[in-house]
Nanobody, 117 residues
Framework: QAQFVESGGGLVQAGGSLRLSCRAQRMITSVFNPTTMGWYRQVPGKQREFIASISSDRSTTYADPVKGRFTVSRDNARKTVYLQMNNLKAEDTAVYYC????????WGEGTPVNVAS
């Protein structure tokens, strides 16, 4: 059973929005709650890149390419983190993953996002 299950990706026109979800299905709540969770993305042939994180106190950080367009949030009761993506651009096309920022665990399958220009 995978550590993380990402969902919500799909095909969207440039300028559109998507909301991604990531459930930490193998984490117990007492472990998930204090964990800083991150969102990452990867384009085939390129390294996986960090795009956003949210800490236990809901402090957030964002990579420059997504600042002002993406918003990360979390629901501890559901052991789930979300990524609201607005004003999507063709360069946002990638497979999106989540993971523990400080102690990365095995990666899930990710959820693909395709932005048509």
């Amino acid at each position: 059973q995978a550590q993380f299950v990402e969902s919500g990706g799909g095909l969207v026109q440039a300028g559109g929005s998507l909301r991604l979800s990531c459930r930490a299905q193998r984490m117990i709540t007492s472990v998930f709650n204090p964990t800083t969770m991150g969102w990452y993305r990867q384009v085939p042939g390129k390294q996986r890149e960090f795009i956003a994180s949210i800490s236990s106190d809901r402090s957030t950080t964002y990579a420059d390419p997504v600042k002002g367009r993406f918003t990360v949030s979390r629901d501890n009761a559901r052991k789930t983190v979300y990524l609201q993506m607005n004003n999507l651009k063709a360069e946002d096309t990638a497979v999106y993953y989540c993971n523990n920022v400080r102690v990365p665990l095995s990666w899930g399958e990710g959820t693909p996002v395709n932005v048509a220009s």
